[in-house]
């Protein structure tokens, strides 16, 4: 009798002994998952760069900016960048925003590039969003989106009855938004336009 009390409670403690370890390990592995996910999440709010910023950073060169200006929209300022290593004679050439935002403490300036060879996609867009989405009216609320590589953003979105547009500069940041209305659209055009016969 005593013995077969003595394997039930071995058993039992045996029975224990694993759960403990199995929670650990649960304990362990859910640890890992937290970290890689937070890790995982810094990593991929890094500033998304445009090619013109990543030859504008390359190391071991020695690099030249000219800015030339092309007009302003809404407070935000659009301008044209040529990238000259001096090195190798290499250019390259931007499309660049720049919006300052203003604190009660400081003001931070936001900062867009787009490549030469986006330009045209963005022409486009904005085309097709004068022609072809302002004309809807769609029953629920709607988004349309222009993104570039840099994660500069320009769209419009259904709300209260009208599309409203914007600019978003930098992607992970909720402040680099200019509003704009379907009328500034034309003058954006325009200025895009210029900036074109500007790159080089």
């Excluded at 890689?36 to 504008?56: P, R």
């Excluded at 001096?86 to 050439?93: A, H």
């Amino acid at each position: 009798m005593k013995s077969e009390q003595t394997e039930k409670r071995l058993k039992t403690e045996v029975s224990k002994l694993k759960l403990m370890k199995m929670k650990k390990l649960l304990f362990i592995l859910i640890s890992i998952f937290i970290v890689n996910m937070s890790y995982g999440q810094a990593t991929s709010k890094e500033k998304e760069l445009s090619n013109a910023e990543k030859f504008s950073s390359k190391a071991g060169t020695l690099i030249q900016k000219e800015f030339l200006d092309v007009g302003t929209i809404k407070k935000a300022e659009i301008k044209v960048i040529h990238y000259t290593d001096l090195i190798s004679s290499e250019t390259v050439s931007a499309v660049r925003f720049e919006y300052e935002v203003a604190s009660s403490y400081s003001s931070d300036t936001k900062i867009a590039s787009l490549d030469a060879d986006e330009i045209d996609g963005l022409i486009k867009s904005i085309r097709m969003m004068q022609e072809k989405v302002f004309v809807l009216t769609p029953a629920n609320y709607t988004e349309v989106t222009y993104k570039s590589r840099g994660g500069f953003e320009a769209g419009c979105y259904w709300s209260k009855g009208d599309w409203a547009t914007y600019l978003k500069l930098e992607k992970y940041d909720g402040k680099s938004y200019v509003f704009l209305k379907k009328s500034d659209f034309p003058e954006l055009l325009t200025l895009l336009e210029k900036a074109k016969t500007m790159l080089k």
